[in-house]
Structures are given as C-alpha cells and as structure tokens.
C-alpha cells in the first residue's frame, strides 16, 4: 500500500485549495497529513481533510493525545468522521541534531509501528 504523507504547514505556503498539491492530492486515494499538536495545527489538518472530502489519517505530532493541552483536544473533538487521528511523539534531541546515524529512541520506533499498523487497517 502507497501513502502520501503532506505537512500541513506547508499546504498554507502552497496554496491546498487551487493550487497544483490539491489538485494531485485529489488523485490519489491514501493521504496522510501531518501537523503539530496546536489549535493552528490541527485546523489546518481539518481544512486539508475536508477540501479532499474523503478518509484520511491525521498525525499529531506532540505529546500524546491524553495530554494535548485542553484547547487542542477541543479543536480535534470537532473533527469530522472521515478524519482518524494518531499521535506521534516530538523528541526534543531529534527537533536539534535532526537525524543522525544513531538508533531511533524507543519511543519514536514504537509510535512508527503503531501507525504503521493503523495504516494498514485504514480503507481505501
């Protein structure tokens, strides 16, 4: 199975709606948009989500779901049905040295599994 992954935060520079990534994400049928664990970022998510009109995973990337602070899991409660979001955990040492030739952290490995399985189960 194929995903196409979009940070969200780049579909504001981009243009989502009429521009050129709209028109491709609309071809494609397994989507999976990317965003941070915020108000802003999670309705960027859902203004993505809705202009393809169809399922797609969201990943939240920040602590996890249980402890988004009280305005995001607001904003993700009102999310529509056809948006199924996972959250993926933020490492502090990778948002500084970015990747290295070190192993992944545990914890980022385990998330990775876990949507990976989501990913499988999701339709098409």
Do not use: I, Y
Not at 88 to 101: A, E, I, K, S
Not at 107 to 117: G, H, S, T, V, Y
């Amino acid at each position: 199975v194929e995903w196409t992954v979009v940070d969200t935060n780049w579909t504001t520079v981009s243009g989502m709606g009429a521009g050129w990534l709209g028109s491709v994400l609309r071809t494609l049928d397994d989507v999976v948009f990317v965003t941070d664990a915020t108000v802003p970022g999670v309705r960027r998510l859902e203004s993505c989500a809705e202009l393809l009109g169809r399922d797609v995973l969201g990943v939240v990337v920040g602590p996890a779901a249980k402890r988004w602070p009280r305005p995001v899991k607001v904003a993700a409660a009102g999310m529509p049905a056809h948006v199924h979001l996972a959250a993926f955990p933020l490492d502090p040492r990778l948002q500084v040295t970015g990747l290295t030739p070190d192993p992944l952290p545990a914890p980022l490995l385990k998330a990775a599994q876990d949507l990976l399985a989501l990913l499988r189960k999701e339709p098409t």
